[in-house]
């Protein structure tokens, strides 16, 4: 494969749609091999803009804004980052001879929960829990009562767990449907799902070049409204539930199809597994993989999508802890302790020009045996602090 230098006729170049702290180390990677990066986003200075060779802010539910850029740019890679896209465009691009990663249909059917659990359950045969799709108040209650209690409610359409609950009983079910109806995105159509008891839920990294699969170790992660606080690399678990797992991914990401990076979420209970959810693109909890692994999340990604050999080391194990933002600022500094960065710790600052409440806004890492870099992470996250 031939490599030259960004802003030359002879570049490789790589369109990032969503250019959050996930596509920041996307862009860097790609930087590290001389592919020209454009990052696009709905907000100026996203973290990716910060680190590519041109930027753009659109609207990216617009079919025609997204679609000029494409013209404008024409990318040898468009690499979808968020849910929140014109998938139109996306199909129309493609049509028109561009290379949507991991393919537009792929995006169309992940970025939706009812198409994803339909495919992988009716037409794949994978395991899931029981689920329905609702659209009124009156048809999720029925639903609930249906799958029994307690259930999740969530949009069809949403992402890092916004408009997510658990309605542990009847009465719960009217704020339910309040968080759902509030989360960003598109909440005409919920999912009700069966309560699946498991012991702990794993991101399976799952990487595909056209000629090989490769799967990272599993990563275990602590989850609080729908988002990720903690993950760790590797979570311990049987070798069949680990086998089980692999199986799953790859039947999931090889029914998708194309290549690139898949975070594929599951729920183990003894040493069975169930689906839940899958990414195609870099996954929030595989931020640990910038400690634990020689080639990250997102250089696998790029690997990958660039049709590269896909083989990395584990280095050890290791755990990471999300930053969140306890006020809403526009011009936000964090307080971070000399002690967040020691020997085998330190902290990836996402650079968001805007803080919210609940919005992640940096990550320590911590490479240790898994109990020890847990307990380090948690105690480090707690020395960063909003100024």
Request: proline letters at 4%.
């Amino acid at each position: 494969m031939l490599f030259s230098a960004p802003l030359q006729k002879s570049s490789k170049k790589i369109m990032l749609l969503g250019s959050g702290e996930l596509g920041k180390e996307v862009a860097i990677e790609a930087q590290r091999l001389g592919i020209e990066v454009v990052a696009v986003d709905r907000y100026k200075h996203a973290p990716a803009h910060l680190v590519a060779n041109r930027s753009y802010v659109v609207d990216m539910q617009n079919r025609e804004e997204v679609l000029k850029i494409i013209r404008k740019e024409k990318p040898d890679f468009i690499l979808p980052e968020i849910e929140a896209i014109s998938i139109d465009a996306l199909f129309d691009a493609e049509n028109e001879g561009f290379c949507v990663i991991p393919n537009a249909e792929a995006v169309n059917k992940t970025m939706n929960r009812k198409n994803i659990r339909r495919f992988a359950s009716e037409e794949l045969g994978i395991k899931t829990s029981g689920y329905h799709f609702v659209s009124t108040y009156e048809e999720m209650c029925t639903a609930a009562d249906d799958l029994g209690f307690p259930c999740v409610i969530k949009p069809v359409m949403s992402s890092s767990g916004h408009g997510q609950s658990i309605a542990r009983s009847p009465f719960d079910l009217e704020a339910s449907w309040e968080i759902a109806k509030e989360a960003r995105g598109d909440a005409s159509e919920l999912i009700v799902e069966e309560f699946i008891r498991f012991d702990y839920e794993i991101t399976l990294l799952t990487a595909r070049n056209g000629s090989e699969t490769v799967f990272c170790e599993p990563i275990g992660h602590i989850q609080k409204d729908g988002d990720y606080i903690f993950s760790w690399q590797p979570m311990e678990m049987s070798k069949k539930a680990l086998k089980r797992s692999r199986d799953i991914a790859q039947k999931i990401t090889d029914g998708l199809g194309g290549r690139g990076l898949f975070g594929v979420e599951l729920f183990i209970s003894g040493d069975d597994v169930y689906f839940s959810e899958v990414s195609p693109r870099p996954h929030d909890t595989g931020l640990v993989t910038l400690i634990t692994q020689s080639q990250s999340e997102f250089a696998l990604h790029v690997r990958a999508v660039l049709g590269l050999p896909l083989g990395f080391t584990f280095y050890g194990e290791g755990a990471s802890a999300a930053f969140k933002s306890s006020v809403e600022s526009q011009a936000p500094v964090l307080d971070i302790e000399e002690k967040v960065f020691g020997d085998n710790s330190y902290v990836r600052v996402f650079g968001k020009p805007e803080a919210h409440v609940g919005r992640r806004m940096a990550v320590v890492l911590v490479f240790d045996k898994v109990k020890k870099a847990l307990k380090k992470a948690e105690k480090l996250v707690s020395k960063i602090a909003d100024a």
